[in-house]
Nanobody, 125 residues
Framework: QVQLVESGGGLVQAGGSLRLSCAASGRTFSSYVMGWFRQPPGKEREFVAGISWSGGGTYYADSVKGRFTISRDNAKNTVYLQMNSLKPEDTAVYYC??????????????????WGQGTQVTVSS
């Protein structure tokens, strides 16, 4: 089992940047595919970005491609989401998630086994 704790959220103006971090407990972090999801106010939780076990493979939702970058440091048991050129529509609670799946290209909520508590990101116009 793994426990996930997000940090780095906050209030930022449109066009600004934020870097989210997700620290994982346990000694098997590198065996999990990691992902970031977000849940805007009044909407369903949606996929944002994912990364393979070693970090060699990454994939993004079209809405964030070219603006967000996911990365991981397996020595620090941490996954990151660098968010640039933020827009008001990026406002949401952001969650990191871990999957024990054997495939690394995972975009559905049901593909992930463990979730953090979320961190709020608010982008003002």
């Amino acid at each position: 089992q793994v426990q996930l704790v997000e940090s780095g959220g906050g209030l930022v103006q449109a066009g600004g940047s934020l870097r989210l971090s997700c620290a994982a407990s346990g000694r098997t972090f590198s065996s999990y595919v990691m992902g970031w999801f977000r849940q805007p106010p009044g909407k369903e939780r949606e996929f944002v970005a994912g990364i393979s076990w070693s970090g060699g493979g990454t994939y993004y939702a079209d809405s964030v491609k070219g603006r967000f970058t996911i990365s991981r440091d397996n020595a620090k048991n941490t996954v990151y989401l660098q968010m640039n050129s933020l827009k008001p529509e990026d406002t949401a609670v952001y969650y990191c998630a871990a999957s024990r799946g054997s495939s690394w290209h995972l975009t559905s909520k049901t593909d992930y086994d463990y979730w953090g508590q979320g961190t709020q990101v608010t982008v003002s116009s």
